[in-house]
């Protein structure tokens, strides 16, 4: 039957009607700006239709999955209802569930929820796919709406290091990285970002500063944070590390009187957000294969190779060195090179049997919090111009692509044979390595 699209400024209300009755839902895909509301009643309940509507506000440039099963013509759009369904079906699994779970009740299970009762919520701190090396940057869901009096519980959810950081009345967001006081080419985290910033009781109402410190997998770093959300208003906070590739989140209070997502409908739109951007991450690989540049034979009889260190793409960042694997000969040049879409520091190092050293120094202070340093061993380079060898350590320091510099790291390979492992001291936590087999010559 044909289903016709109203225009509403810069979005399309699509009515699409379905068989699910006694239930009600609000449901966010991963992209803000969706919003599906089913509403059903009762067949031939007479105080209402007699079917229900799953209505879709969406933007005029649909994103992919829609355009699988939408198509428009002349400001109108034609579609199978079955074929619709199914395909709902697949695209939004969790909601189905939530509606399958609460028409099979007595009572719905998954309702809109106006409790007076104060209420906690879930929101996931990042995500990974371990397939692929891909780290997910990210808070699940994005947004979130609640209640005054409810609490809010960010959760630490990958092998990464983050930050959830409400910054009112800042002119800007703090820098994760900052020169030591008085000591040149020494850097430190942030004591702000370093350190949990909370008001008293963990009672929130928007005024001040808050941060959960630096969330990650090490036993001295924070794997929970919470707040209490006082007032009604909306509340926007951002992971410091990850500022660059726009991760951010937003808290929406309403009054008591609100309709709003229950827990459990939230912790399901998280988790969809999270497979939804997990879905990308293939596509990212594929693409960070084929960007590799080509061997390059040069006119002394050598060979230039060139390796990529990490990608990204949006929200979606792979810990990884493309290609992984090169096989060279003695007199060959590697050249490690960050490309312009990661947004992430990275290091390229051989150990060569060397311990890894650690990545930060704590410097116990007269007063105060510890300064939490990043070991020189890590942040410079060592025998960055000398031919690569099976002994010592050769590291390019901490290449930072905000930072001004190269964002390459060039060497050549000396009289030598065997596998040489290289890692990225930052992320060898997340597998980030490589092999260089060099050859012997025939």
Same mark, same amino acid.
């Given at each position: 039957?044909? &289903?016709? =699209?109203?225009?509403? @400024? !810069?979005?399309?209300?699509?009515?699409?009607?379905?068989?699910?009755?006694?239930? =009600?839902?609000?449901?966010?895909?991963?992209?803000?700006?969706?919003?599906?509301?089913?509403i059903?009643?009762?067949?031939?309940?007479?105080?209402?239709?007699?079917?229900?509507?799953?209505?879709?506000?969406? %933007?005029?440039? +649909?994103?992919?999955?829609?355009? /699988?099963?939408?198509?428009?013509?002349?400001?109108?759009?034609?579609?199978?209802?079955?074929?619709?369904?199914?395909?709902?079906?697949?695209?939004?699994?969790?909601?189905?569930i939530? =509606?399958?779970?609460?028409?099979?009740?007595?009572?719905p299970?998954?309702?809109?929820?106006?409790?007076?009762?104060a209420?906690?919520?879930t929101?996931?701190?990042?995500?990974? /796919? !371990?397939?692929?090396?891909a780290?997910?940057?990210?808070?699940? %869901?994005?947004? &979130?709406?609640?209640?005054?009096?409810?609490k809010?519980?960010?959760?630490?959810?990958?092998?990464?290091?983050?930050?959830?950081?409400?910054?009112?009345?800042?002119?800007?967001?703090?820098?994760?990285?900052?020169?030591? %006081?008085?000591?040149?080419?020494?850097?430190?985290?942030?004591p702000?970002?370093?350190?949990?910033?909370?008001?008293?009781?963990?009672?929130?109402?928007? !005024?001040?500063?808050?941060?959960?410190?630096?969330?990650?997998? /090490? @036993?001295?770093q924070?794997?929970?944070?919470? +707040?209490?959300?006082?007032?009604?208003?909306?509340?926007?906070?951002?992971c410091?590390?990850?500022?660059?590739?726009n991760?951010?989140?937003?808290? &929406?209070?309403?009054?008591? !009187?609100?309709?709003?997502?229950?827990?459990?409908?939230?912790s399901a739109?998280?988790?969809?957000?999270?497979?939804?951007?997990?879905?990308?991450?293939?596509?990212?690989?594929?693409?960070?294969?084929?960007?590799?540049? $080509?061997?390059?034979?040069?006119a /002394?009889?050598?060979?230039t190779?060139?390796?990529n260190?990490?990608?990204?793409?949006?929200?979606?960042?792979?810990?990884?060195?493309?290609?992984?694997?090169?096989?060279?000969?003695?007199?060959?040049?590697?050249?490690?090179?960050?490309?312009?879409?990661?947004?992430?520091?990275?290091?390229?190092?051989?150990?060569?049997?060397?311990?890894?050293?650690?990545?930060? +120094?704590?410097?116990?202070?007269p007063?105060?919090?510890?300064? &939490?340093?990043?070991?020189?061993?890590?942040?410079?380079?060592?025998?960055?111009?000398?031919?690569?060898?099976?002994?010592?350590?050769?590291?390019?320091?901490f290449?930072?692509?905000?930072?001004?510099?190269?964002?390459?790291f060039?060497?050549?390979?000396g009289?030598?044979?065997?596998?040489?492992?290289?890692? =990225?001291?930052?992320?060898?936590?997340?597998?980030? $390595?490589?092999?260089?087999?060099?050859?012997?010559?025939a």
């Amino acid at each position: 039957m044909p &289903i016709n =699209c109203e225009f509403q @400024d !810069s979005t399309k209300l699509v009515d699409i009607p379905t068989p699910f009755q006694n239930h =009600c839902l609000q449901f966010s895909l991963a992209n803000p700006a969706y919003f599906v509301r089913l509403i059903s009643r009762n067949d031939g309940d007479a105080r209402g239709p007699p079917v229900g509507y799953l209505r879709f506000k969406i %933007p005029i440039i +649909l994103n992919q999955d829609l355009e /699988d099963f939408i198509s428009f013509k002349n400001q109108s759009m034609q579609l199978n209802l079955k074929e619709a369904k199914m395909r709902i079906i697949t695209i939004m699994f969790t909601l189905l569930i939530l =509606c399958a779970a609460g028409l099979a009740a007595s009572g719905p299970v998954a309702k809109i929820n106006q409790s007076a009762i104060a209420q906690n919520f879930t929101v996931l701190v990042g995500g990974n /796919d !371990s397939a692929y090396n891909a780290e997910l940057q990210g808070f699940f %869901p994005q947004n &979130i709406t609640i209640h005054v009096g409810d609490k809010v519980t960010w959760k630490q959810n990958t092998m990464d290091i983050h930050t959830v950081t409400f910054t009112p009345g800042m002119n800007k967001t703090p820098d994760l990285i900052v020169p030591v %006081p008085g000591v040149n080419g020494s850097l430190m985290i942030n004591p702000l970002v370093a350190f949990p910033a909370l008001p008293a009781g963990g009672m929130y109402n928007g !005024s001040t500063y808050a941060n959960s410190a630096v969330m990650g997998p /090490d @036993d001295t770093q924070s794997k929970n944070f919470s +707040l209490t959300f006082t007032e009604a208003g909306i509340y926007r906070y951002i992971c410091v590390v990850h500022a660059g590739e726009n991760m951010t989140g937003q808290v &929406i209070v309403e009054n008591a !009187s609100a309709s709003i997502p229950t827990p459990q409908m939230v912790s399901a739109q998280g988790q969809t957000e999270l497979d939804r951007l997990r879905s990308m991450t293939r596509f990212v690989h594929a693409r960070a294969v084929a960007s590799v540049l $080509k061997p390059e034979k040069n006119a /002394d009889g050598t060979t230039t190779y060139h390796v990529n260190v990490g990608v990204g793409l949006g929200q979606v960042h792979l810990e990884a060195f493309f290609p992984d694997k090169i096989y060279a000969y003695p007199g060959d040049t590697v050249v490690w090179t960050l490309p312009k879409n990661d947004m992430e520091p990275h290091t390229i190092t051989f150990l060569n049997g060397a311990r890894e050293p650690e990545l930060f +120094l704590p410097e116990i202070q007269p007063q105060g919090p510890p300064r &939490i340093l990043f070991n020189p061993q890590v942040l410079l380079p060592q025998n960055a111009s000398m031919p690569l060898t099976d002994q010592g350590v050769y590291n390019s320091g901490f290449i930072d692509p905000m930072m001004p510099g190269l964002h390459s790291f060039t060497l050549k390979i000396g009289n030598t044979t065997g596998t040489l492992q290289f890692i =990225c001291l930052l992320h060898d936590n997340l597998n980030m $390595k490589g092999d260089l087999m060099v050859l012997k010559k025939a």
